[in-house]
Nanobody, 124 residues
Framework: QVQLVESGGGLVQAGGSLRLSCAASGGTFSSYHMGWFRQAPGKEREFVAAISRNSVITDYADSVKGRFTVSRDKRMVFLQMNSLKSEDTAVYYC???????????????????WGQGTQVTVSS
């Protein structure tokens, strides 16, 4: 049973930084592509970033390119968030894609394991 647990969220001023972490337990983490998504109040959950299982490929939503960086190690995936804006306020989720094909990393349908989320609030 694969489980994902996010941490690192909190309250930060606009322009500040946060580093989110997602710890994986169970399963074969090294074989999963990983993604970060977020959901703001009253909005649908949206893609933020993804990283392939071998860390060779990364993808980002246009809204976070140049500000966010996704990375991973043997058991965790990270999201470094810099130059935060009020519009980055959301609950952030990590998710695992166990299909094996890094075809459409922004599509939620390919992720079958999700964490519980961590709140990020950016004050302006």
């Amino acid at each position: 049973q694969v489980q994902l647990v996010e941490s690192g969220g909190g309250l930060v001023q606009a322009g500040g930084s946060l580093r989110l972490s997602c710890a994986a337990s169970g399963g074969t983490f090294s074989s999963y592509h990983m993604g970060w998504f977020r959901q703001a109040p009253g909005k649908e959950r949206e893609f933020v970033a993804a990283i392939s299982r071998n860390s060779v490929i990364t993808d980002y939503a246009d809204s976070v390119k140049g500000r966010f960086t996704v990375s991973r190690d043997k058991r965790m995936v990270f999201l470094q968030m810099n130059s935060l804006k009020s519009e980055d306020t959301a609950v952030y989720y990590c998710a695992a894609d166990r299909t094996g094909a890094y075809g459409s990393p922004s599509r939620q349908v390919f992720y079958d394991v999700w964490g519980q989320g961590t709140q990020v609030t950016v004050s302006s």
